[in-house]
């Protein structure tokens, strides 16, 4: 175990952006492309042996939409005109 706490320790400043709870928009969009590569590259693979990992990142980018970003109510083709609307703003 001690191996591995060093290994963890040597690496970490190389992947913590990754496996951190993100602050900030840059982060979490950081994750959130992270994640999206996982996915493209296991599909609906469950037993890949990153799965494990796409559970873990989408974890942390959960907690990060959950304190970060509205919940929005209403019928989704209500959230997805809300959604257009905004995008188009940010634009």
């Known amino acids: 175990m001690l ?3 060093n290994d963890i320790i040597r690496i970490w ?4 952006s990754i496996f951190s709870v993100a602050h900030s928009k840059a982060e979490y969009d950081r994750q ?5 590569s996982l996915l493209d590259e ?3 693979d469950e037993g ?5 990992l796409v559970e873990t990142i989408g974890s942390l980018v959960e907690t990060y939409e959950t304190a970060h970003l509205p919940e929005h109510e209403g019928a989704p083709v209500d959230i997805l005109k809300y959604l257009t609307q905004q995008s188009r703003v940010l634009d």
């Open 32 to 36: 959130v492309s992270f994640l999206d």
């Open 3 to 5: 191996q591995e706490t």
């Open 42 to 44: 296991i599909g609906e």
């Open 13 to 16: 400043p190389d992947i913590k």
């Open 48 to 52: 890949h042996p990153l799965a494990s």
